[in-house]
């Protein structure tokens, strides 16, 4: 298998064709031909993680976030490139396109999601361009509360800490939406779609007045913490077509940040 290999196995699932206009998506370091054995998994790539994809010879990094945003002038040590260069490692990156992807992060969040809080009737929640989608919606099989809605999701996306606002529909939450990353935008589709509540990550302060002006329920996990699962994804994808190749989760990959939590008994 080679990096074009791989590219072509991501390409046919997500294309990186429909990716949004902003968004950097594709091979974005490497040689197309150079072989590979082993693929270090991550949200996002990072010195520390291609320092460890060289420690533990992987060939090729998979990331969701791009690690080239802006027209690079430089490439000096302090930027992940540079250590990519170095090593000889090839970085693919899926962003968006894996977003709005059937079978997409979004779907594969429900997924999560309904481990923990059964869920029926899944459907989009805003329609895009090109018959795309972003985000989607489902009804709850037993109403819950923000408070108990909010100690699921701490279960379901790992985090420490989560910030909600309880609007007019809190006390009994039966619909709900959600979009991966920074969804908060999606207040307004979410209302339409008639979802009690929207759950996001990477909330601005506008976006929380916003809720407030509105009296819509919001919860914030994390930017991070509802991406991360990106890695199993990942897994999952290059297991189904290319099982002979070495998948390794990144163990550097981590949320650049502590969550700080209140025990029982703290001083208030």
Not at 196 to 211: M, Q, R
Request: proline fraction near 6%; include cysteine.
């Amino acid at each position: 298998m080679t990096i074009r290999d791989i590219y072509n196995i991501l390409d046919a699932y997500a294309p990186f064709a429909l990716q949004e206009s902003y968004d950097k998506s594709g091979l974005l370091a490497g040689d197309p031909s150079q072989q590979v054995r082993r693929i270090l998994l991550t949200l996002d790539i990072t010195v520390p993680v291609v320092k460890e994809a060289a420690e533990k010879g992987a060939d090729l990094i998979l990331s969701h976030h791009p690690v080239i945003w802006d027209p690079l002038r430089t490439v000096m040590p302090p930027h992940p490139v540079w250590h990519l260069v170095r090593h000889g490692i090839g970085a693919i990156c899926s962003h968006t396109c894996l977003d709005i992807a059937e079978g997409g992060l979004n779907d594969f969040a429900g997924d999560l999601i309904e481990k923990e809080i059964p869920l029926t009737d899944r459907q989009p929640l805003e329609a895009l361009s090109d018959g795309r989608t972003l985000g989607r919606t489902a009804v709850l099989t037993a109403p819950l509360d923000a408070d108990s809605l909010a100690a699921k999701l701490q279960a379901v996306f790992s985090c420490g800490a989560l910030r909600y606002y309880a609007g007019h529909h809190a006390d009994r939450i039966r619909k709900i939406a959600w979009c991966t990353g920074s969804g908060g935008d999606l207040i307004s589709a979410a209302a339409e779609k008639g979802a009690d509540a929207l759950i996001t990550g990477d909330c601005k302060h506008s976006v929380w007045a916003e809720a407030q002006n509105r009296g819509f329920t919001l919860f914030d996990c994390g930017h991070f913490e509802t991406e991360v699962p990106v890695v199993h994804l990942f897994e999952q994808i290059l297991h189904d077509a290319a099982p002979e190749i070495a998948c390794i989760i990144s163990e550097a990959g981590t949320a650049p940040f502590f969550s700080t939590y209140k025990q029982e008994g703290a001083p208030q």
